[in-house]
Structures are given as C-alpha cells and as structure tokens.
C-alpha cells in the first residue's frame, strides 16, 4: 500500500528490509548488551511487510491524520519497531547508539510521548487490542478509510481483557481492524501452548466473528498475501493475522538456543551475528 510515504514505489525487496530491521535491531542490543533479541529476529518479516507493502503513512508526519495506525501491544517488542521505524525513514539511523540511555527517543520498553511513530506505550500486557477497538471504532465515526493494526503477542491470548476486546471489534463490525499475533510459542515460564493458549487458534477468533488467517510469519510471499487478503476481506467482520515465527530467526546460533524469550548475547557474539547477516544479504 505505502501511499503517501517516502518509500512509495522503493524497489528495494521485502527480504532486503527485514534483513535491515534485523541488522538494526541487532545494533541496538549490542549497544545495552542485552534486549528482546529473539522477539525481534523473529517478527522483523512481519513488520517489513507491514511497513512496507500495507501501511498507509508519511515518513516526515507522523501525526497524519489520514495515516494507517499501527499499534504495538508487546512493549517489550519496541527494539523490533524502532528499527522498522528508521528503516521506514521516521526515526534517524544516527539515534541507535542512544538506545536505551537516559533521555533517548527510544527507551527499552516503547512509550508513545516519547518517540515519532510509536502510537500507544504497550504493556502491561492485554490493553493493546482493547485501545485499538477504540481508535478504529472512532475512525469508522469520522468515516475515515484507514486502518488500525494492532501487533499481539501469544502470551496475550491468555488475556482476559483481549476476548473482551475481540467481542468488542465483532460487535461494532470493525472491519477497519486487523489484528497481528505473533505466534512464537516463547514467553517468560516456557511455551505458549503449555500455558493458555493453544493451538489451532484460528477458530476461536472465527467463532468470535472475526475474519482469521493462519500464516507462517517468516515466509514473505504468504505474509503479502494475508495482509492483502485481510485488508480487502469484503465482510464487515474485523480481521485477525495469527504469524507462526521463530524466535532469533536469520541467526542459527541463536535460533538454536533452548529458552529465548530474554535470549542471552555474550559480548562477542553480537558482532558474530551482525556477520552472519552481512554474509547472507538478500537482494
């Protein structure tokens, strides 16, 4: 979609921008020595497709009212946007070595007074979808065409307050709302399936009243295709995006790591993962 940004028309590949989101994200965490890494690697497909194939924004206005809204639910998920965020030109590459440090415009966890971009401060967990059921409820007043996104995690489906907001989008027919789940089976005491969410999650949306797609988050062809899919659903239901990812992916020896949802970085392995993905640059 991208109309109105600085990126419309870019002929540079999906596969090249999440490489680049990777990469930067990357640079973050060496520069505090730690960071939600492995979330990072993982969803940095579905943000290259979401900033890069389906939002709606200008680089140089953040604030434009006819924008796209994308609401990040996951906090902790901030070093992942921040770095799809300078990819897409609204924060400054020259601002990486500030992540984290006092005063900076991107602090560990997100928080929207502080950074261009960054529409809502995530967490506590289970609020975001919540505010997102409000903002695209107040746009389909004003009758505005754009949409609201709102990326989740899979801990958040444990979530009271976010059944309530499914409930909520069905019953106002919010089709100007697609929701993201990042589906990596990680959080804090173990797997996701082992906790309250389980697989398949596809039908309980669909019994709510929502439009849902099941797809592999780290495959770029059929995360085009979901998005389009989603975006011109005909049905007034809102729509749900539930993105299968692998933690730390694009960095096998992290990838290969037994718990990860606060992966541990040694100091010299930050720049071996840097290399690795200099080493496999996609076109």
């Known amino acids: 979609m991208q109309t109105d940004t600085a990126h ?11 490489w680049s989101i ?8 060496e520069v505090q ?3 939600y890494i492995g979330q990072a690697l993982g969803v940095a497909d579905v943000l290259a497709t979401s900033y890069f194939h389906a939002l709606s924004y200008r680089a140089n206005d953040p604030e434009w009212d006819g924008r796209d809204r994308f ?20 924060l400054p590459e020259d601002e990486i070595e500030t992540y984290g440090m006092d005063d900076s415009r991107m602090p560990m966890s997100g928080m929207a007074a502080y950074t261009p971009g960054m529409e809502i401060t995530g967490g506590s967990l289970g609020h975001g979808l919540g505010i997102a059921v409000g ?12 949409f609201v996104y709102n990326l989740m995690s899979d801990g958040e489906l444990g979530e009271g307050s976010t059944w309530e907001a499914v409930m909520s989008a069905a019953q106002h027919q919010l089709s100007n709302l697609i929701c993201i789940v990042d589906f990596n089976d990680q959080q804090a005491d173990g797997p996701t399936t082992q906790a309250l969410a389980t697989t398949p999650e596809a039908p309980k949306w669909q019994a709510f009243g929502w ?5 592999e988050g780290n495959d770029l062809d059929a995360l085009v295709t979901a998005f389009d899919a989603a975006r011109s659903h005909p049905g007034p239901q809102p729509r749900v995006i539930i993105c299968n990812t692998l933690m730390c992916k694009g960095v096998p020896f992290l990838e290969a790591r037994e718990s990860n949802h606060f992966v541990r970085v040694d100091a010299d392995e930050w720049a071996q993962a840097i290399a690795h993905l200099d080493a ?4």
């Open 22 to 29: 990777r990469r930067t994200a990357l640079r973050m965490g």
């Open 33 to 35: 020595g730690q960071g």
């Open 280 to 283: 496999n640059i996609p076109a």
């Open 8 to 18: 419309s028309g870019s002929n540079t590949s999906l596969a090249r921008r999440a």
């Open 135 to 146: 903002a695209a409820l107040g746009l389909k007043r004003k009758r505005s065409d754009a």
């Open 211 to 215: 439009h849902a797609q099941t797809v």
């Open 71 to 90: 609401y990040l639910s996951i906090g902790h998920y901030a070093i992942a946007l921040y770095a799809a965020l300078i990819e897409a030109g609204i």
